[in-house]
């Protein structure tokens, strides 16, 4: 990453913005740097590799060099309710800042993004929340895309920018999707202003899914998405909302399961 294009195309946009070639996992320094200035309101760390990224509920995510490893912090201060939804909204954000680039992809639920029926970039938020006032201080988005073709570990179906033909500046592709995320801390996370996009990019409605509940492995049908992204999933007569967790589908023959890029 060019630390000062970077800079250049987030002037008067970005407060502090910090370049590393390589670190251990970006949101883990993203809570170190926000130590160092506590009333940042916002701060942007980018990689060109991660020894030990995140995925969500506690995976690990594959980081190879070649790709965008950013996290974005932005200041809140909002009440924990309105940030559940930033996952949703930092998905829709992404696929914005995509295609721009021309990049068509969808959204699988609840925070990957897919091109060609591979994953293509994948989002962890995490939440620094006051509990004596009930309100997050800072959201810490973490995205990571496969820009540069490479070679994925066994069991990762990925793919690349590069891989699917497309040709993305990576400093310009992090700049965007720094913008479109403030643009929606602007709307406070409201889910409802992107839903209906979200939907519309969603890969998984009119799917067969499987899902994990108590246990149990459950098939369904998955139908739709609520006002709170909540994804619908029909099973016989029954209908079972999904606040959280993770599904599997079927796509191009593929078992695509999973949090890793």
Known sequence: MDHGKLKHLLAGVCGIVSCVTETGSTNTDARALL??????????????RQTGGRG???????????????????????PLHSVVNVTSCAAVAVTR????????????WVNDIYLNDAKLAGILVESLNDY????????????GVNVARNIFPEGIHAVSLEEAGYSADAEKLCAEIVRELLA???NGFDFSVCADEYRNRSIVLGQEVMFLRNGVTHCGTAESIDGSGGLV?????????????????????????????
């Open 35 to 48: 130590r160092e200035f506590p009333d940042a309101d916002t701060i942007l760390l980018t990689a060109d």
């Open 184 to 186: 929606i801390r602007a």
């Open 132 to 143: 004596t006032v009930m309100r997050s201080e800072y959201v810490i988005v973490g995205i």
């Open 233 to 261: 999933v029909r099973i016989g007569n029954k209908r079972h909302t999904l606040d959280s967790g993770e599904i599997t589908l079927r796509l191009s023959g593929q078992n695509n399961k999973g949090d890793r890029v």
């Open 56 to 78: 969500r509920q506690g995976k690990s995510f594959e980081s190879p060099e070649g790709g965008l490893y950013m996290t974005l912090v932005l200041k809140t201060g909002a």
């Open 97 to 108: 800042a995509l295609a721009k680039q021309n990049v068509p992809c969808g959204i699988k």
